[in-house]
């Protein structure tokens, strides 16, 4: 089977046809290979100097060398790609975890203030310190008129007070975010079938333009 010196076939056999030799890696000794070294030299592997080495296509699909329009720059015997692949977090897209939050509160709060209490002018044992004030001076153990019911109530606007509230109030949040996901890379791979590709290395020598 003719073909051109560094030729690249696909091939379904299980054989490299005469002249040819599967895509491996494999180094070829210079002297033996001159044609062919002078075709690809080193770029695929081995020193330059006594060997050279194949392209190794055993799980690769090749690709054109060179830019194409909003392409990257790819130069021949360049290799890339993964089979497997972990996304980074700029890789992630947007997206929402759950926060469970248990908030606990202590307060230290003291008050400070002073009252003033308005007074009937009279002692406690009369009627004059009515409607249910206390009395200007007290009788015995009495501040108030013995006339006023069990059921009376301190006059409203008795007493007025006047208080300063101060203190701390500490708030505590615990939140967990929910976890998501693992670790594992996932298949970078498209649907393959597996072939052979096979090169000449004995066979017509092409003519530069």
């Not at 006047?162 to 998501?180: K, R, T």
């Amino acid at each position: 089977m003719d073909g051109f010196l560094g030729e690249i076939k696909w091939f379904a056999g299980t054989f490299a046809p005469a002249y040819w030799q599967f895509c491996w890696g494999q180094l070829l000794n210079i002297s033996e290979y001159s044609s062919l070294f002078a075709v690809i030299g080193n770029k695929y592997g081995g020193d330059g100097i006594n060997n050279f080495a194949l392209p190794d296509l055993r799980c690769r699909v090749p690709i054109g060398a060179g830019q194409g329009p909003g392409m990257t720059l790819r130069n021949i015997a360049d290799k890339g790609g993964n089979e497997m692949e972990q996304l980074s977090l700029d890789q992630m897209g947007a997206h929402i975890h759950q926060i469970s939050n248990n908030a606990t509160t202590t307060s230290n709060l003291t008050a400070n203030g002073s009252a003033a209490i308005l007074c009937q002018s009279g002692t406690g044992n009369s009627d004059i310190p009515k409607d249910n004030y206390f009395a200007g001076t007290a009788r015995g153990t009495n501040s108030y008129s013995t006339a006023a019911t069990g059921t009376d109530v301190m006059n409203a606007n008795v007493a007025t007070i006047n208080a300063n509230i101060g203190g701390d109030v500490n708030v505590n949040v615990l939140s967990q975010c929910s976890v998501v996901g693992g670790t594992s890379p996932h298949d970078n791979m498209q649907p393959w079938l597996c072939l052979n590709l096979i090169i000449c290395v004995e066979g017509i020598y092409p003519e530069r333009p």
